[in-house]
């Protein structure tokens, strides 16, 4: 008796390794997803952080100015730096 060759078997591994090609495409895109949004909250960091050191800027020439009118024959410079996560003002004179 011949044996005849079972085509169940061979479809079920083909279905099989297309469920693990779906698996593995799925997986991809949700960590290209990933990527976007830890570049989108860089990018949001980013621009916190710029607009912080724009107000220090504008805080620094209002009161250097104010300084300057009430000494005009000192002048005296404000600077802001945000170093090690704190905002330092130095005042040179």
């Not at 009161?63 to 802001?80: C, D, R």
Request: a positive charge.
């Amino acid at each position: 008796m011949e044996k005849k060759p079972n085509y169940g078997l061979a479809r079920e591994r083909k279905n099989s390794e297309s469920d693990k090609v779906k698996l593995e495409y799925a997986n991809l895109k949700i960590e290209q997803e990933r990527v976007k949004l830890q570049q989108m909250k860089a990018d949001l960091h980013f621009k916190w952080i710029r607009n912080i050191s724009l107000l220090a800027s504008l805080i620094t020439a209002i009161l250097s100015v104010a300084f300057n009118y009430v000494n005009p024959k000192k002048q005296i410079f404000l600077a802001f730096a945000f170093r090690d996560k704190t905002w330092r003002m130095d005042i040179c004179t």
